[in-house]
């Protein structure tokens, strides 16, 4: 149990759908984060957010929408994706920003 | 800003037999260290960190990592692997008192074979 869980663990969706990704720590955290894992590449850093704000967002399509509304949940809306945004989504969070983080288990993303 | 590097995108070795995984880093300023562990289907979890004092640091399965400022290395070894050490394994970098995420590696596969 690692105090951050993610919800669904699997997920198929068309490039036409609407889909939410949700991410919730019970670790007192104030820093969360969304990252992409595709096979055969680099971990992915996509979002960050510190006290509820968004401090960094690496380039990712708009597609990809975060929202962050309490510093215990983190959600991520999904919308017209593409086939090649099929990875892992995984969620992650730690006390300050230069801390450890505490990852959930990841939602195994398939975009038809 | 700080950059990890780790040069082996796998490394296969058989049960019993020692094994490194290496990390370099770069950086203008002192940083803490941390090395990951990521099993099939699941999420990193932290498996030993560096952030003062002793160089040589161990987690409580057997794996211990040794800071070296001078090589800006932080390479992770293990005497005797086991089957069930089969993973993906991920180097990162923040910098100290700085209010940066961490900055991971491109990971390590380590494959043990019986």
């Known amino acids: 149990e690692t105090g951050v869980t993610q919800t669904p663990r699997h997920l198929v969706m068309g490039m036409t759908n609407k889909k939410s990704l949700k991410c919730e720590q019970h670790?007192?955290?104030?820093?969360m984060y969304w990252y992409k894992q595709s096979a055969k590449k680099p971990l992915e850093l996509m979002f960050v957010?510190?006290?509820?704000?968004?401090?960094e967002n690496n380039s990712v399509p708009s597609r990809f929408s975060p929202e962050c509304p309490n510093s215990s949940h983190l959600f991520l809306h999904l919308h017209t994706l593409q086939p090649e945004d099929s990875a892992l989504y995984l969620c992650?969070?730690?006390?300050?920003?230069?801390?450890?983080?505490?990852f959930g288990p990841g939602t195994r993303l398939t975009v038809l | 800003a700080q950059s990890v590097t780790q040069l082996d995108s796998q490394v296969p070795v058989f049960e019993e037999a020692p094994v490194e995984l290496r990390c370099n880093y770069s950086?203008?300023?002192?940083?803490?260290l941390f090395w990951y562990v990521q099993y099939p289907n699941q999420g990193l979890q932290l498996l030993l960190k560096?952030?003062?004092?002793?160089?040589l640091v161990e987690s409580i399965n057997g794996f211990e990592a040794e800071f070296n400022k001078s090589q800006t290395s932080f390479h992770l070894r293990k005497p005797s692997v086991h089957i069930s050490d089969t993973a993906e394994y991920f180097c990162?970098?923040?910098?100290?008192?700085?209010?940066?995420?961490?900055?991971f590696g491109s990971g390590t596969r380590l494959q043990v074979q019986p």
């Open positions: 957010y510190n006290f509820k704000e968004q401090t």
């Open positions: 670790l007192g955290h104030n820093a």
């Open positions: 990162a970098v923040t910098p100290v008192g700085g209010r940066r995420a961490l900055t």
């Open positions: 950086s203008s300023v002192s940083v803490y």
């Open positions: 560096y952030l003062s004092g002793s160089t």
């Open positions: 992650a969070s730690s006390l300050e920003l230069h801390n450890e983080q505490f």
